[in-house]
């Protein structure tokens, strides 16, 4: 099946610095891809779409200018959480669907960021 | 704003029992997927259902999509330690941007 990497698995950093995850595509090409956020032992909350040569789609309320996306080719997406506080310490989930409609998602392992 | 509402979002029973989780919306999707989820990693895929009133199965796990497309039920049959987990329905919208939106979550524990 179609796997999903992203890197690094988990991140600590310092409040005020800027930490980018990485979302890969290892056998298939994604177009788009899908970032979400999962506070513990809660459910996943779409915070952008990732497309390939265009501008992210942000979801209502996330902050485009804190939480840079980019997807610079088919196979590669990332998410930049810039001058980060303690209270975006969360599990950043990406994903790209395959085909055929409907689509399945294939998740990556997610990254865990602790920002101190 | 969640537009998927899971009930329960807890569910603690013994290895054996039926249990039955409900996922509910006021909006209509195109389709409806239900996910499991283990901590620390992303969540895999147990089945899509498309056609409103549509059942499927899948071993000791029945998915039912309702006639209005607005919500479904998954029923676990004799339950197992090993179903243990986080479930997720994410309902399909492919009108304008296409995306996926979870539900609340149910987590469940099955003791042995």
């Known amino acids: 099946g179609a796997v999903v990497s992203q890197h690094p698995s988990w991140v600590i950093c310092k409040s005020g610095t800027s930490v980018k995850i990485e979302c890969r595509s290892l056998d298939f090409q994604a177009t788009t891809m899908f970032w979400y956020r999962q506070f513990p032992k809660q459910s996943l909350m779409l915070m952008a779409t990732?497309?390939?040569?265009?501008?992210?789609?942000?979801e209502q309320g996330v902050e485009k200018d804190k939480f840079l996306i980019n997807h610079a080719s088919l196979t590669l997406s990332t998410l930049t959480v810039t001058s980060a506080h303690p209270e975006d310490s969360s599990f950043y989930i990406c994903?790209?669907?395959?085909?055929?409609?409907?689509?399945?998602?294939?998740f990556g392992p997610g990254t865990r960021l602790t920002v101190t | 704003t969640q537009l998927l509402e899971q009930s329960p979002q807890f569910l603690s029973i013994q290895e054996g029992e039926n249990l039955t989780v409900y996922c509910n919306s006021s909006s209509v999707f195109s389709s409806l997927q239900w996910y499991r989820q283990e901590p620390g990693e992303g969540p895999v895929l147990l089945v899509t259902?498309?056609?409103?009133?549509e059942v499927k199965k899948l071993k000791r796990l029945t998915f039912q999509f309702g006639d209005a497309r607005k919500d479904s039920s998954l029923h676990i049959t004799a339950a197992q330690p090993g179903d243990t987990g986080l479930y997720l329905c994410?309902?399909?919208?492919?009108?304008?941007?296409?995306?996926?939106?979870f539900g609340t979550g149910t987590r469940l524990k099955v003791l042995a």
């Open positions: 994410a309902g399909v919208r492919t009108s304008g941007t296409y995306k996926y939106i």
């Open positions: 994903s790209a669907p395959g085909d055929p409609l409907p689509y399945e998602q294939y």
């Open positions: 990732s497309n390939e040569g265009s501008k992210a789609t942000y």
């Open positions: 259902v498309v056609t409103g009133g």
